[in-house]
T-cell receptor, first 115, second 114 residues
């Protein structure tokens, strides 16, 4: 069975600093990987996804993530944090070999931006 | 382009009751997936409907059931509500099935079971 681990339930960075949110996955086959963002009282919005093309994936709002098969990781980064980035971030995996096309999510990381 | 919408926004029920949640998919999307998000947790996959048929199911009991209509809107029904069913229920639509297809989420329905 596939699973996702997000290290750090809360991450705090200063405005303008580097954002790094960690995601490690467990899957029997190379998976598809997604990062979603959830603002308070809203649904999830896709930031970016990896579907076995380029290992460095660029998303919206200046975010990017790098797929590293050897480390089974898909960490999310942004060079310079903005106050508007404060939100909950979820990493998710989808197994191409699985029977159902549901996403398996991590528990989320709450990103706090300090002024 | 209208996104995914869900109704109602909030709902309060008592233990043992039944509830129906509704979802309208994004224009052009024929697939709907439902997720349960407990407080402080990531969403958990309940099931998926594709062209009015259940296409896959997560680890949820049969009292969680669903429907998809010819216009691709969907309902989630939960019978015999339990306290642990209190959660945010998210609907997501997509333009087809497949592990790599992006799912577009609605704002959710907050269900409280007393």
């Amino acid at each position: 069975a596939q699973s996702v681990t997000q290290l750090g339930s809360h991450v705090s960075v200063s405005e303008g600093a580097l954002v790094l949110l960690r995601c490690n996955y467990s899957s029997s086959v190379p998976p598809y990987l997604f990062w979603y963002v959830q603002y308070p009282n809203q649904g999830l919005q896709l930031l970016l996804k990896y579907t076995s093309a380029a290992t460095l994936v660029k998303g919206i709002n200046g975010f990017e993530a790098e797929f590293k098969k050897s480390e089974t990781s898909f960490h999310l980064t942004k060079p310079s944090a903005h106050m508007s980035d404060a939100a909950e971030y979820f990493c998710a995996v989808s197994d191409p070999g699985g029977g159902a096309d549901g996403l398996t999510f991590g528990k989320g990381t709450h990103l706090i931006i300090q002024p | 382009e209208t996104g995914v919408t869900q109704s109602p926004t909030h709902l309060i029920k008592t233990r043992g009751q039944q509830v129906t949640l509704r979802c309208s998919s994004q224009s052009g999307h024929n697939t709907v997936s439902w997720y349960q998000q407990a407080l402080g947790q990531g969403p958990q996959f309940i099931f998926q409907y594709y062209r009015e048929e259940e296409n896959g199911r997560g680890n949820f009991p049969p009292r969680f059931s669903g429907l998809q209509f010819p216009n691709y809107s969907s309902e989630l029904n939960v019978n015999a509500l339990e306290l642990d069913d209190s959660a945010l229920y998210l609907c997501a639509s997509s333009p087809g099935v497949g592990a790599g297809i992006t799912q577009y989420f609605g704002p959710g329905t907050r269900l409280t079971v007393l």
